[in-house]
């Protein structure tokens, strides 16, 4: 019984260390100059000057160059890729339980797994949610989901953490208005009573502090922050669009 409490309170101090903290996310995939683990760490480590005080990090060998330098919570996500996928119907963060073993085996101190039921049923999840609880009943579990009932779901078959990362990158959710999806985080936290991460698309000050508004426990920020690629092209596409303006 005492093995079980030390293992909860384990689980009650990693969540403490991320509530009411700005989690950078970084990431970068091979067509990127950023890919690469020691690329990663130095995004981290810029990250950890500006202020950060936890990461979300993908692929095991990412993890743990992040772990072997510094000492700040990780949340590991394991994307994985196909060809021919779809991946507005596809799960491929964290898909499956081996994917989750190798980022907690790796050093993360959170592993997100896709919450959604894209190609599987609500059982299929359960199972592997549960076999990871007995296996590993010190690391949090974040469903990153798309809408309230998903995250309704999560919460009854074990999840702790919430995170609206998928709305807007489902076939339910897809064709929004680009912005972040405030009303989702603020109904989670009324609707659950799991620990609420707010992500997804947050990318100017007036929507962080909008999204602030419903109280979400974290907020975490990716490429808006750690992808120089995807933020050039942005502001290249407005560049654009003025000069197109100018000679009309």
Same mark, same amino acid.
């Given at each position: 019984?005492?093995? /079980?409490?030390?293992?909860?309170? +384990? ?12 989690? &950078? ?7 990127? *100059?950023? %890919?690469?683990? @020691?690329? $990663? ?7 950890? =000057?500006?202020? =950060? ?8 060998? #990412?993890?743990?160059?992040? +772990? @072997?330098?510094?000492?700040?919570? !990780?949340?590991?996500? /394991? ?8 991946? %507005?119907?596809? !799960?491929?963060?964290?898909?499956? %339980? ?11 101190? &959170? ?7 894209? /190609?599987? $049923? ?14 590993? *009943? @010190? ?6 989901? =798309? ?21 807007? %990158? ?21 609707? $659950? ?13 007036? #929507? ?41």
């Amino acid at each position: 019984m005492m093995r /079980n409490w030390n293992k909860n309170m +384990k689980k009650r101090e990693i969540l403490e260390k991320i509530s009411g903290q700005l989690i &950078i996310s970084c990431q970068a995939f091979e067509d990127n *100059p950023l %890919y690469g683990a @020691e690329n $990663t760490l130095t995004m981290a480590e810029c990250a950890r =000057a500006g202020g =950060a005080r936890a990461l979300r990090i993908c692929w095991p060998d #990412q993890v743990k160059k992040i +772990k @072997e330098h510094m000492d700040l919570p !990780v949340i590991g996500i /394991n994307k994985q890729f196909r060809e021919g996928m779809c991946l %507005y119907d596809d !799960v491929f963060i964290t898909p499956d %339980y081996e994917a989750a073993r190798e980022m907690i085996e790796a050093g993360s101190d &959170i592993v997100a797994l896709d919450g959604t039921l894209r /190609n599987r $049923t609500a059982k299929d999840l359960e199972i592997m949610i549960r076999r990871l609880k007995t296996e590993f *009943p @010190e690391v949090p579990l974040m469903a990153d989901i =798309a809408t309230i009932e998903e995250g309704i779901l999560c919460e009854a078959i074990g999840f702790d953490i919430l995170s609206t990362t998928l709305s807007g %990158y489902t076939r339910e959710t897809m064709g929004g208005s680009g912005e972040p999806d405030c009303r989702l985080a603020g109904e989670l936290k009324r609707r $659950t009573r799991c620990f609420v991460n707010a992500e997804g698309r947050i990318w100017e000050r007036a #929507q962080l502090v909008r999204m602030m508004e419903e109280k979400p426990d974290s907020v975490t920020i990716g490429t808006s922050v750690t992808n120089p690629m995807a933020i050039t092209r942005r502001f290249l596409s407005a560049f654009e669009e003025c000069r197109k303006a100018e000679k009309e």
